[in-house]
């Protein structure tokens, strides 16, 4: 192997793996709550500048363009071990345009 194969090798090994539309990616942290925290803040910071988000982990990036609306669940669990779930879901975009009418 030469040194430039060898040298685009270990560029193409260090990037990070593209989710792509077609493929389900699930990842799951266990986080202090103020890095919970400042991870939805940055989220909801792409939300509000953009049409798009991109999340990325150590070994993965996640490019997602999103569409409206945003849907928002808060469930409150207060028997027992309280527990404070917020989902949040966010459409792709589509690139459909409505049929004309002639």
């Given amino acids: 192997m030469t040194q430039s194969d060898a040298d685009a090798q270990d560029e193409t090994e260090s990037e990070p793996t593209l989710i792509r539309e077609g493929r389900d990616f699930e990842q799951e942290y266990r ?44 469930e409150y669990e207060g028997y027992g071990e309280q527990e404070l779930e917020i989902e949040v879901e966010i459409p792709g975009r589509t690139d459909e345009t409505a049929p004309s009418v002639e």
Avoid: C, Y
Wanted: proline share 5%.
């Fill in 31 to 74: 986080l202090s709550a103020a890095e919970a925290g400042r991870f939805l803040v940055e989220i909801g910071e792409q939300l509000q500048e953009s049409d798009e988000l991109t999340i990325t982990g150590d070994e993965w990036k996640l490019p997602f363009s999103f569409g409206e609306p945003v849907e928002l669940e808060v």
